[in-house]
T-cell receptor, first 114, second 117 residues
Framework: AQSVTQLGSHVSVSEGALVLLRCNYSSSVPPYLFWYVQYPNQGLQLLLKYTTGATLVKGINGFEAEFKKSETSFHLTKPSAHMSDAAEYFCAVSDGSGYSTLTFGKGTMLLVSP | GAVVSQHPSRVICKSGTSVKIECRSLDFQATTMFWYRQFPKQSLMLMATSNEGSKATYEQGVEKDKFLINHASLTLSTLTVTSAHPEDSSFYIC?????????????FGSGTRLTVV
């Protein structure tokens, strides 16, 4: 079984500050890891994903995440927050098989103040 | 990139009626689609997995007779909420798994806000 823990249901930053959203996972097999963003009343948009290879993954909108197997973590970062980054962020894991489903964390709401 | 179109985006229906939500993969074939339900300020709850040409697999606790899923083609899956009641009001999101690129990804529709009055 897989699980995802996102520390902090809400994270507040100032515009221009570093964004750090934490995600830890549990998986008995090598995981595929994803970060999604959701704006109000919309579906999920993929920010980035890790499958294999380079552990530092760059995504859209300046976000990146690093897969750390020893820490079972996949934290999302962005050097400088923008007001438009305010949204709900979900970390998700799958087992990488052809028929797996996504297991989501509970989400972290990112609040950006001017 | 992969695009999933979900319609309608919002629907209001009377209690006791049925509502159909469509999920289409526009530029890829999706052999597997997923249906999620999201309660306010909560994460996504997987309701069922549908595979083209076969019966959907429902998660524990999801009523298969209330939430009918049909995946008759490689680009279309539908969710029908039958005999809807106010407690069925929620945000429903579909997702399709595409096989392109490095590894594979899950593309989500824009969601449907269902309100049962």
């Amino acid at each position: 079984a897989q699980s995802v823990t996102q520390l902090g249901s809400h994270v507040s930053v100032s515009e221009g500050a570093l964004v750090l959203l934490r995600c830890n996972y549990s998986s008995s097999v090598p995981p595929y890891l994803f970060w999604y963003v959701q704006y109000p009343n919309q579906g999920l948009q993929l920010l980035l994903k890790y499958t294999t290879g380079a552990t530092l993954v760059k995504g859209i909108n300046g976000f990146e995440a690093e897969f750390k197997k020893s820490e079972t973590s996949f934290h999302l970062t962005k050097p400088s927050a923008h007001m438009s980054d305010a949204a709900e962020y979900f970390c998700a894991v799958s087992d990488g098989s052809g028929y797996s489903t996504l297991t989501f964390g509970k989400g972290t709401m990112l609040l950006v103040s001017p | 990139g992969a695009v999933v179109s979900q319609h309608p985006s919002r629907v209001i229906c009377k209690s006791g009626t049925s509502v159909k939500i469509e999920c289409r993969s526009l530029d890829f074939q999706a052999t597997t689609m997923f249906w999620y339900r999201q309660f306010p300020k909560q994460s996504l709850m997987l309701m069922a997995t549908s595979n083209e040409g076969s019966k959907a697999t429902y998660e524990q606790g999801v009523e298969k007779d209330k939430f009918l899923i049909n995946h008759a083609s490689l680009t279309l899956s539908t969710l029908t909420v039958t005999s809807a009641h106010p407690e069925d009001s929620s945000f429903y999101i579909c997702s399709a798994r595409d096989q392109g690129g490095i590894g594979y990804g899950y593309t989500f529709g824009s969601g449907t806000r269902l309100t049962v009055v």
